[in-house]
């Protein structure tokens, strides 16, 4: 039989064990002697409160969560499933709940270990999770929320579905400028080429080159004077001026120079620039004569058959001698000229003009623009 102790020789907290261990229960009177002991197996004792009676109320309660002793909450002393919960708040079921718990614990140990912070968990080539680094890490320079502003943008970046890049405000200003005078004009045949019609800008006309012309001279424009040949019966006079040749024209207006090459096609304006060689007062102007033959026509070409001459503007001869000048001619009339014919040009002084200087003036240039 154990040891029968007194009650005060144990802790009141002290662990027993109910299946081995014994109470020793006292009664204690008022006016006479205690009553007792009374020996009791520990597993005899039931938990619960006293009624009014002194009486013991509730069942017998051996273990909690399978242990004795003093019995604190340990990790596992509750699940979901036993757990209360508000269905319209959580949205969950208790099991389920349980089972998402397992399930995540379950895949937890199959995760490959983190490698820095701020990776995602994301799929590798074989689908095998993989922690990877964020592939963005702003938009247009901000992070956070991040909303289109004027500039996140701009044309050159946005094509259409044709892969064609959106036209920006520059190339717009220059499509702008691209206005009926700045393109190429209408019309044109073949073989002809675009030429300036004057020194405006943009005033460009199609016109035909020149076959075989003179050295001097462009697609655009024939020099009179390259391989120009005095009439016989009326020349200027050939002179060296600065070791360059002129032709001297008289006050009297017989003399007389031709030029002849294919026309070109187009409206012409003939430039003469020249000197006077004595009178420093006084005007001077020129004229210019059209003839012209188509091949086939039933003319000779031996006989003179010019146009009404042209004529130039009233230039003032300059104040010192030696010093040049400039007339402008527009070749109006013309013999009803069409491109590719023969023609042959005179180019005469107009001793006509009003207040003719009195004294010779040297040719220097003639020079037909054609536009």
Same mark, same amino acid.
Request: proline share 4%; charged share 15%.
């Given at each position: 039989?154990?040891?029968?102790?007194?009650?005060?020789?144990?802790?009141?907290?002290?662990?027993?064990?109910?299946?081995?261990?014994?109470? &020793?229960?006292?009664?204690?009177?008022?006016?006479?002697?205690?009553?007792?002991?009374?020996?009791? &197996?520990?597993?005899?004792?039931?938990?619960?409160?006293? /009624?009014?009676?002194?009486?013991?109320?509730?069942?017998?309660?051996?273990?909690?969560?399978?242990?004795?002793? =003093?019995?604190?909450?340990?990790?596992?002393?509750?699940?979901?499933?036993?757990?209360?919960?508000?269905?319209? %708040?959580?949205?969950?079921?208790?099991?389920?709940? #349980?089972?998402?718990?397992?399930?995540?614990?379950?895949?937890?140990?199959?995760?490959?270990?983190?490698?820095?912070?701020?990776?995602?968990?994301?799929?590798?080539?074989?689908?095998?999770?993989?922690?990877?680094? #964020?592939?963005?890490?702003?938009?247009?320079?901000?992070?956070?929320?991040?909303?289109?502003?004027?500039?996140?943008?701009?044309?050159?970046?946005?094509?259409?579905?044709?892969?064609?890049?959106?036209?920006?405000?520059?190339?717009?200003?220059?499509?702008?400028?691209?206005?009926?005078?700045?393109?190429?004009?209408?019309?044109?045949?073949?073989? #002809?080429?675009?030429?300036?019609?004057?020194?405006?800008?943009? =005033?460009?006309?199609?016109?035909?080159?020149?076959?075989?012309?003179?050295?001097?001279?462009?697609?655009?424009?024939? =020099?009179?004077? /390259?391989?120009?040949?005095?009439?016989?019966?009326?020349?200027?006079?050939?002179?060296?001026?600065?070791?360059?040749?002129?032709?001297?024209? %008289?006050?009297?207006?017989?003399?007389?120079?031709?030029?002849?090459?294919?026309?070109?096609?187009?409206?012409?304006? &003939?430039?003469? #620039?020249?000197?006077?060689?004595?009178?420093?007062?006084?005007?001077?102007?020129?004229?210019?004569?059209?003839?012209?033959?188509?091949?086939?026509?039933?003319?000779?070409?031996?006989?003179?058959?010019?146009?009404?001459?042209?004529? %130039?503007?009233?230039?003032?001869?300059?104040?010192?001698?030696?010093?040049?000048?400039?007339?402008?001619?527009?070749? %109006?009339?013309? =013999?009803?000229?069409?491109?590719?014919?023969?023609?042959?040009?005179?180019?005469?002084?107009?001793?006509?003009?009003?207040?003719?200087?009195?004294?010779?003036?040297?040719?220097?240039?003639?020079?037909?623009?054609?536009?």
């Amino acid at each position: 039989m154990p040891d029968i102790k007194p009650i005060t020789g144990y802790a009141q907290t002290g662990g027993y064990n109910p299946e081995t261990d014994y109470f &020793v229960i006292v009664k204690g009177g008022v006016n006479g002697p205690n009553e007792g002991p009374v020996l009791l &197996v520990a597993s005899a004792v039931q938990a619960g409160t006293g /009624d009014s009676s002194g009486g013991v109320v509730g069942g017998a309660i051996t273990r909690v969560f399978g242990r004795i002793g =003093d019995i604190t909450a340990e990790f596992g002393d509750y699940t979901a499933a036993l757990t209360s919960y508000d269905n319209a %708040s959580s949205g969950l079921n208790a099991a389920n709940v #349980q089972t998402a718990i397992d399930a995540v614990a379950a895949l937890t140990g199959n995760l490959p270990a983190a490698t820095s912070e701020g990776h995602f968990l994301g799929l590798n080539g074989s689908l095998l999770p993989e922690w990877m680094e #964020q592939s963005v890490v702003s938009v247009f320079g901000r992070d956070g929320v991040v909303e289109l502003q004027a500039g996140d943008v701009t044309a050159d970046l946005v094509t259409d579905a044709n892969g064609f890049v959106i036209m920006t405000d520059a190339e717009r200003t220059k499509l702008a400028t691209l206005n009926g005078a700045r393109q190429m004009p209408a019309g044109g045949t073949t073989g #002809q080429v675009a030429t300036k019609a004057s020194g405006d800008d943009y =005033d460009i006309v199609w016109a035909t080159p020149e076959a075989g012309g003179g050295g001097g001279g462009s697609l655009s424009q024939i =020099d009179l004077l /390259d391989g120009a040949t005095p009439k016989a019966s009326a020349p200027p006079t050939f002179k060296w001026v600065a070791d360059t040749g002129v032709w001297s024209f %008289s006050q009297s207006g017989a003399d007389e120079l031709r030029r002849k090459f294919r026309w070109p096609g187009g409206a012409a304006t &003939v430039k003469i #620039q020249f000197v006077s060689e004595g009178p420093t007062t006084g005007n001077g102007a020129w004229t210019v004569a059209v003839m012209a033959l188509t091949p086939g026509d039933a003319a000779a070409i031996a006989t003179d058959s010019f146009d009404t001459a042209n004529t %130039s503007n009233t230039v003032a001869v300059p104040g010192t001698a030696g010093h040049m000048a400039e007339a402008s001619i527009t070749v %109006s009339n013309t =013999d009803s000229v069409a491109a590719g014919d023969y023609v042959r040009v005179q180019i005469k002084r107009h001793t006509g003009v009003a207040s003719n200087a009195a004294g010779a003036l040297a040719l220097h240039t003639a020079t037909m623009l054609f536009a």
